[in-house]
């Protein structure tokens, strides 16, 4: 048998049909539904008289629209069409029989992070969902990816979905992280290094000793942004570290089932003479503390260095580089630590879970934020929420300034009430910077908990590493 | 689905590298339940000012190109987010195919779902071709999805690549899960496989 990569293996554990041209029906073990991207799915599938084929897979959650707000469980609290939308999701899922946690669940948060919360992430599956942050069960060695939703309703319907079959691409990181580096920061440096199109038509395996040291919650904080990086899915091979993360979750195996997971998930691996389209190397003790400055994720430097000048990028991106700068209100030179800011956003499925708020935490711990500051902090799920009261992190939070919020999307793409005005500058940990993503004409910078936090105390990007 | 297989339209130029489905319909336009009607929030926030007035400068907004069913766009045309309203907005605006040197995935996916054909070029043609879209209405770019050309208005003529089961969905205007549903038998036949073998999936 030739070598395979992990990619390799669950692709060939999961083809259904191969058609004679090449075109594989890959099945899908878990398919995750949110409210924005599946009422025009559903509505397909009823009027083509059309069921869903396996409803005991399909979990859906609202997290996209509802406000962070208490007091939401109000329908009064959204807007009319937030409300539809939520409103179809819960006929939606009582229709069709899925499993679902509607917003007054305390199991309710971003779909990201309660797919792997509840145990439904699992090694060696095929997670979709209409969205593109899927990416993030790639942490547990589950082929995982973002879909439109022509094929939100193909799954619904068949649970399988039309593919080719993606490259391979090996992204390593070595060696040991230095103190004030975090996966945020590993994830931004990939994406700054190879560009946002420098995955596209790939499935990154992302390895090495930094990425292994890693917590399942920075694993999940650097497989979601393989997006990013232009990857449709990031992937890391399981071991102890994932196994105890998963061990006694609602949805996870149990007795000898476990068992006989673990006799598989042990052989989830990519093989030692594997082949790889492509291979990135970077050494994880020259990894800094990194922010955005421009409008893509890719523009992304050091915190110590300065805006850049356009004029030293080449092609197209010297026009990017120029909007951008225009868009984001910076003077090349200027140097990144002067940036003030006025708003800091802590959540997402990119940082929104428990390891995340302590950070931010540790940092906020006895200090305040900066006068005038709007900071806020949305849990990514309710569970992560109510462990952050347990362990006292939502007092320093509050004690520091913060407001404490419910979970939800919030002001990654403030979809929801929570939205950046026309100039407003945002320390985010967040995932995109894009023009207009966090409100119309607001200015991100997208960087690690710990980072945002340091912001909202100095007022300013602030070198994390100076605050300790 | 609509059938594709020639085309003869006006190109407009977007030489924007980057460009994200966020630029192509901003997050306010997907608190819909439909997949029609976006055409006009086509790139909103490039489009209008924020009292809603049209930014005369826009392409789409010139005179020219107001009838456009091509665009020729920069690197990386369609990252970010998976929203498929971005191909929604665009099929409803009239847009029918889009020419870059490359796409994000999840984008160039649902173009096909929706009828538009992505054409990915190396840059020296999409130059070529981004030089004739700026003629404007006058000059007519013709499409052929069968023979896989894209011919300017000049009559120079490049050849391009797409998967044959794409081409021939939208050659014939074919309804993916229709397709499938022809093989659910192996369907069933793979699902008993991997619930004998994976029974905690």
């Known amino acids: 048998m030739s070598a395979k990569t992990l990619y390799d293996k669950i692709w060939d554990a999961h083809l259904a049909h191969e058609a004679e041209d090449g075109t594989c ?26 069921f869903v084929r396996a409803p005991d897979k399909t979990i859906a959650v609202p997290d996209h629209n509802v406000p962070t707000t208490e007091g939401r469980e109000n329908p009064e609290a959204m807007t009319e069409d937030s409300r539809i939308q939520v409103a179809a999701l819960d006929k939606n899922a009582k229709d069709f029989g899925i499993h679902y946690y509607p917003v007054d669940d305390v ?13 439904w992430t699992l090694p060696g599956m095929t997670v979709v969902c209409g969205d593109s942050h899927t990416a993030t069960h790639g942490a547990f060695g589950a082929l995982a990816h973002g879909i439109g939703t022509s094929e939100v309703e193909h799954v619904l319907a068949t649970q399988t979905l039309i593919q080719r079959k993606g490259k391979n691409m090996k992204v390593e990181i070595t060696g040991k992280l230095r103190p004030g580096v975090t996966a945020k920061d590993i994830t931004l440096s990939v994406i700054g290094a190879t560009g946002t ?31 990013e990086g232009g990857a449709r899915a990031g992937l890391i091979a399981p071991d102890e570290t994932t196994y105890q993360y998963i061990k006694g979750r609602p949805h996870a195996p149990k007795g000898g089932q476990w068992e006989q997971a673990m006799e598989w998930w042990k052989t989830l691996y990519s093989d030692d003479d594997a082949h790889w389209d ?34 030293s990028f080449s092609g197209g991106k010297v026009e990017a580089a120029r909007r951008a700068l225009d868009y984001m209100g910076l003077a090349p030179g200027q140097k990144l630590t002067d940036i003030e800011i006025d708003t800091v956003f802590i959540g997402s499925c990119t940082n929104g879970r428990i390891e995340d708020l302590r950070a931010a935490a540790e940092i906020l711990k006895g200090k305040k934020v900066k006068e005038g500051m709007r900071a806020m902090v949305v849990p990514g799920s309710g569970l992560v929420r109510a462990q952050a009261e347990e362990e006292g992190l939502a007092d320093i939070f509050r004690e520091a300034g913060f407001e404490w919020r419910l979970a939800g999307c919030s002001m990654c793409l403030a979809m929801n009430p929570d939205q950046l005005a026309p100039g407003e500058r945002c320390a985010s940990t967040s995932n995109r910077n894009f023009e207009g993503r966090q409100g119309y004409k607001g200015r ?13 105390v100095t007022g300013h990007l602030t070198d994390v590493r100076e605050m300790t | 689905m609509e059938k594709f297989e020639k085309l003869s339209g006006i190109a407009a130029p977007l030489p924007l590298v980057n460009i994200d489905t966020d630029m192509i319909i901003p997050k306010q336009f997907l608190k819909t339940i439909k997949r029609s009607g976006l055409g006009v929030n086509l790139f909103d926030e490039m489009r209008y000012d924020r009292e809603g007035n049209e930014t005369p400068d826009f392409v789409l907004n010139k005179p020219a190109y107001r009838g456009a069913q091509i665009l020729v766009t920069g690197d990386n045309f369609g990252c970010g987010s998976s929203r498929e309203h971005a191909p929604w907005a665009l099929a409803d605006f009239g847009i029918k195919a889009v020419i870059s040197t490359s796409f994000a995935d999840i984008f160039y996916n649902n173009c096909f779902k929706n009828g538009i054909l992505p054409i990915a070029l190396p840059q020296e043609q999409v130059d070529v071709l981004m030089s004739d879209a700026e003629k404007g209405a006058n000059a007519r770019m013709e499409i052929d999805l069968e023979a896989q ?51 905690w999936v």
């Open chain 1, 25 to 50: 029906l890959l099945y899908i073990d878990r398919h995750l539904v949110h409210e924005v991207t599946s009422p025009q799915a559903f509505e397909g599938l009823r009027m083509a008289g059309r």
């Open chain 1, 107 to 119: 199991r309710q948060g971003i779909v990201h992070i309660v797919g792997p919360e509840q145990g």
């Open chain 1, 197 to 227: 199109a420098g995955g596209t038509g790939y499935v990154i395996e992302y390895c090495g000793e930094a990425i292994r040291d890693l917590s399942m919650e920075g694993r999940m904080t650097v497989c979601n942004m393989a997006i």
């Open chain 1, 278 to 311: 492509k291979v990135v190397t970077i050494k994880g003790e020259e990894i800094a503390p990194v922010v955005t400055w421009g409008t893509s994720p890719e523009d992304v430097l050091p915190i110590t260095e300065t805006v850049p000048t356009p004029e």
């Open chain 1, 444 to 456: 991100t910078h997208l960087m690690s908990p710990a980072m945002a936090a340091a912001a909202a």
């Open chain 2, 149 to 199: 050309t894209v011919t300017t208005s000049d009559g120079e003529v490049f050849g391009f690549e797409v998967d044959p089961h794409r081409k021939h969905c939208l050659i014939n205007g074919l309804d993916d899960i229709g397709l499938t549903l022809e093989k659910a038998a192996a369907i069933d036949t793979f699902e008993a496989r991997a619930a004998a073998e994976r029974p």
